[in-house]
């Protein structure tokens, strides 16, 4: 394959050569990763920069819904937009975002739309890394917006998170104790909440939620990436397009003021440190599943489990067969 060739055509915008640089990046296979990592590195080469917009929430909050009427929003003001997903459970699931085709119906069927579903893969690590190139390569395809799609499984919403510039939360309507759904550590990380369905008979619920999670938010650490007033809890309706307007204009003046503010491409100078990090320790775990480690280790294990060997002293030794190679 030639990698030159299908790096231009990836900058050049070419949906097919896009497509097919994102299955390269998704292999497993020692030599594609190799032409990936040489991908990579010409594609960087565009300088170009989308808006990375992180989006979370549990099934049926109306993620799809909303990416279909906000990504149509944005397509109606002439931008170019990408969806991607991290979803490490896919493989099972059948893939949220395909089988979320019928919701996000207008969108799919856009020129100026790219949907990609999560890769399948059972492992977090993998699909992290696998969509973290992906969010890279269409960025430097010419995408202005890349909204990154996550149920929220466990550590799904750090690796999300941590390859975005804004991240918002979903929320629906609650019933008054929901606050307690929500891990506090998830609303840390959220820069915008929305809560969606504030329509019909569901409205004052979603006043009253939103108000909550107001209240909640002033409550938290103030961080230093935030102006006056973020984060902040905005109600929504996806179905009826109602409030996508006033959200936008949150995001775009949060994404101005850390522009400004430097905090913009610091947070994108720390995640590209924070991946180098992951990428290390991801290699020296694949090290430690492949042979001869894995039978070493197994054998060690057993001699530990009978306490012929302590902990510390079988480590020791699987550490220093893993130094000399
Ligand atoms: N009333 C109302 N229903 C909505 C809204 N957004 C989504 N829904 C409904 O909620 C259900 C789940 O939506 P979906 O977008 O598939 O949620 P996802 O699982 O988070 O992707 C569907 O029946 C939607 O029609 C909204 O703004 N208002
Ligand atoms: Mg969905």
């Given at each position: 394959m030639d990698i030159k060739q299908l790096a231009d055509g990836v900058v050049s915008g070419n949906r097919r050569a896009l497509a097919r640089a994102i299955t390269l990046v998704e292999s497993a296979r020692a030599d594609h990763r190799a032409q990936a990592i040489l991908l990579m590195e010409e594609v960087?080469?565009?300088?170009?920069?989308?808006?990375?917009?992180?989006?979370?929430?549990?099934?049926?909050?109306?993620?799809?819904?909303?990416?279909?009427?906000?990504?149509?929003?944005?397509?109606?003001?002439?931008?170019?937009?990408?969806?991607?997903?991290?979803?490490?459970?896919?493989?099972?699931?059948?893939?949220?975002?395909?089988?979320?085709k019928?919701?996000?119906?207008?969108?799919?069927?856009?020129?100026?739309?790219?949907?990609?579903?999560?890769?399948?893969q059972t492992e977090l690590g993998g699909v992290a890394r696998r969509t973290r190139e992906a969010v890279a390569l269409c960025e430097a395809a010419g995408y202005d917006l890349i909204l990154i799609e996550t149920v929220g499984v466990g550590q799904s919403e750090t690796v999300v998170s941590e390859m975005s510039d804004l991240f918002l939360l979903l929320l629906a309507p609650g019933g008054g104790d929901e606050l307690q759904g929500v891990k506090r550590g998830i609303m840390e990380?959220?820069?915008?909440?929305?809560?969606?369905?504030?329509?019909?008979?569901?409205?004052?619920?979603?006043?009253?939620?939103?108000?909550?999670?107001?209240?909640?938010?002033?409550?938290?650490?103030?961080?230093?990436?935030?102006?006056?007033?973020?984060?902040?809890?905005?109600?929504v309706s996806a179905l009826q397009v109602d409030g996508l307007k006033e959200a936008w204009g949150e995001i775009q003046n949060l994404t101005e003021w850390r522009r400004e503010t430097g905090h913009f491409d610091q947070r994108r100078a720390e995640q590209a440190e924070y991946w180098f990090g992951q990428e290390i320790r991801q290699g020296l775990l694949a090290q430690?599943?492949?042979?001869?480690?894995?039978?070493?280790?197994?054998?060690?294990?057993?001699?530990?489990?009978?306490?012929?060997?302590?902990?510390?002293?079988?480590a020791a030794d699987v550490l220093n067969a893993l130094q000399h190679g």
């Amino acid at each position: 394959m030639d990698i030159k060739q299908l790096a231009d055509g990836v900058v050049s915008g070419n949906r097919r050569a896009l497509a097919r640089a994102i299955t390269l990046v998704e292999s497993a296979r020692a030599d594609h990763r190799a032409q990936a990592i040489l991908l990579m590195e010409e594609v960087g080469k565009s300088g170009r920069q989308a808006l990375r917009l992180g989006l979370s929430g549990t099934p049926g909050v109306g993620k799809s819904t909303f990416i279909e009427s906000f990504g149509m929003m944005m397509i109606r003001e002439g931008k170019k937009v990408a969806v991607l997903a991290v979803d490490p459970s896919s493989a099972r699931s059948g893939g949220s975002i395909l089988g979320d085709k019928t919701r996000m119906e207008e969108l799919s069927r856009e020129p100026n739309a790219f949907i990609r579903p999560s890769p399948s893969q059972t492992e977090l690590g993998g699909v992290a890394r696998r969509t973290r190139e992906a969010v890279a390569l269409c960025e430097a395809a010419g995408y202005d917006l890349i909204l990154i799609e996550t149920v929220g499984v466990g550590q799904s919403e750090t690796v999300v998170s941590e390859m975005s510039d804004l991240f918002l939360l979903l929320l629906a309507p609650g019933g008054g104790d929901e606050l307690q759904g929500v891990k506090r550590g998830i609303m840390e990380m959220a820069d915008i909440i929305l809560v969606n369905k504030a329509d019909g008979d569901l409205k004052p619920a979603a006043n009253r939620t939103c108000a909550d999670y107001a209240g909640a938010l002033r409550l938290l650490r103030k961080r230093p990436q935030d102006p006056e007033g973020f984060p902040k809890a905005m109600t929504v309706s996806a179905l009826q397009v109602d409030g996508l307007k006033e959200a936008w204009g949150e995001i775009q003046n949060l994404t101005e003021w850390r522009r400004e503010t430097g905090h913009f491409d610091q947070r994108r100078a720390e995640q590209a440190e924070y991946w180098f990090g992951q990428e290390i320790r991801q290699g020296l775990l694949a090290q430690l599943q492949k042979e001869p480690l894995k039978s070493m280790i197994s054998d060690l294990a057993k001699q530990v489990a009978a306490g012929q060997l302590t902990p510390g002293h079988a480590a020791a030794d699987v550490l220093n067969a893993l130094q000399h190679g």
